[in-house]
């Protein structure tokens, strides 16, 4: 769907760029020569977080560029800003003079990558049009296989269910194992009650198109990686209708399994030395006479009896049997991903990417990661004295707790019985999705979480 995010070739015709900073700007425009100063003063140019000043050249071509860094203060309020002006400059090729160094040069140089999507599968959408060369100091193919890693995740949740249904989730995820040499196998329809996963099936079966398990393998590394990722296409809330205002963006309850693709992607593209598994169940919570009901009781793949409080708490039920499959063959590390709850949403809004975790190990490798790469992430608990509110009585456990308290928090400690052998496990309660454009990442669908945990696998951090 998306044309490649790529820095173009090295180019003896690139226009310089020269990052300013507020503090050295006075230093700057002493040394340029005395028009191009008064034009930078003229035109007030301040070094304010990604404001651009295009000096005056020959036969009205700039002669450079200086872009403002802002301060960090600034920069910290506004992640990509540098990365987003280079990308909107006007045609041309750039390079930027200076090389850039450390974690900031490669949120710039990334920031330009991202900035250069557009979902465009439906109407023709015009693009950036400037071309930065491959900068000194960043390794511009791995941010490249990111970047592509990305724009993967953002198109599965961009497109619409009636095109991303679970057959189409299936075969994102086919082309994917292609391109890489994974193996990939697929659990559909009365299938996956042969096979024992009665969650993902009751939950998928009111639905035209089959419902099913995606189990993707890759690698043969020492270190296991499980993913595990919701793959809801669409979630009408079953019988629980929700109202239309609360359906209207129910196309990304796939996120998480949009999410676990893409780093998949960075981590078969980057060739990293481990056992990767992506486990998806893929349905779509429809109404037919088959649906399933509030009050139903279901046994779940390893046995342990679920009473359905809401059947708009689906997502954990079809990760319930996923995550219990990949109990039965522990990986070093098990991670779920999912747009799972409202709560998770209000508690740390649309930006951070909210974790829960018994590891500290991984913690502490996952937050130092996030802050390197520029994808946030909080932490919150899995607070064992709620517990008690999972344990409805009449089943083992409950969908939906009634009381409106610590929703995602109760949500995650449902996932985690699923998985008491595993050895680290950690649970990623996504919102999926940008509500307003932002540099870099524009209105729509976006990744989270999914860089961080990237960097503290090739950092060896984790597992």
Known sequence: MTRSLCFAPASPDAIALHLVAPDALEARLENLPTAQAAWARHHGFAATLGQVCALPGDAGRPAAILIGTGTPHDRARQRFAIGAAIAGLPEADYALIDPLVGTEGEEIALGYLLSLYRFDRYRTQSRPKARLVAPQGVDSAHLERIAAAEALTRDLINTPAEDMGPDALEAAARTLAEEFGAEISVTAGDELLARNFPLINTVGRAAARAPRLIDLRWGRGARSVTL????????TGGLNLKPGASMGLMKKDMGGAATVLGLARMIMAEGLDLSLRVLIPAVENAVAGNSFRPGDIFTARNGKTVEINNTDAEGRLVLADALALANETPADLTISMATLTGAARVA??????????????????LTQAAAQVADPVWRLPFHAPYETMIEPGIADLDNAPSGGMAGAITAALFLRRFVPDVPKYAHFDIYGWSPSNAPARPKGGVGMGARAIFRALIDGTAP
């Open 348 to 365: 740390v809004g649309a930006d951070l990417a909210p974790f829960f975790t018994d590891d500290e190990g991984f913690a502490t490798a």
């Open 228 to 235: 595990v990722g919701k793959g809801v296409c669409f979630d």
